[in-house]
């Protein structure tokens, strides 16, 4: 059974950095794509960034493109995401999303299967 678990998001001031951890457990972690959403109240849900099964190859939103890094570990079947230089516009609840099937990275929601409960980000200005 695919579990993630998100951690490390709290109230921020503007400029700050954060990073956030998502533990995976369940079979075949290494040889899937994994992800990070996030969704601001009232809005919709929303891809940040993602990596390859192998961590090579990452893609990110272009809100965050410079300022937040994706990466990942297949020991420790985790993935993280260090969030620079945060705005208030990066308020939102971020959710970690593991691939069903895919090991290429890819920015398509309707690619990930599995979803963990979200953590909370707020950053006030």
């Known amino acids: 059974q695919v579990q993630l678990v998100e951690s490390g998001g709290r109230s921020v001031q503007t400029g700050d950095s954060l990073t956030l951890s998502c533990a995976a457990s369940?079979?075949?972690?290494?040889?899937?794509?994994m992800g990070w959403f996030r969704q601001a109240p009232g809005k919709a849900r929303e891809f940040v960034a993602g990596?390859?099964?192998?961590?090579?190859?990452?893609k990110y939103a272009d809100s965050v493109k410079g300022r937040f890094t994706i990466s990942r570990d297949n020991i420790k079947n985790t993935v993280s995401l260090q969030m620079n230089s945060l705005k208030p516009e990066d308020t939102a609840v971020y959710y970690c999303?593991?691939?069903?099937?895919?090991?290429?990275?890819?920015?398509?929601?309707?690619?990930?299967?599995?979803w963990g409960q979200g953590t909370q980000v707020t950053v006030s200005s």
């Open positions: 369940g079979p075949a972690f290494a040889n899937l794509a």
């Open positions: 999303a593991r691939s069903g099937y895919i090991a290429s990275v890819t920015s398509m929601e309707g690619n990930y299967r599995y």
């Open positions: 990596i390859n099964s192998s961590g090579g190859d990452t």
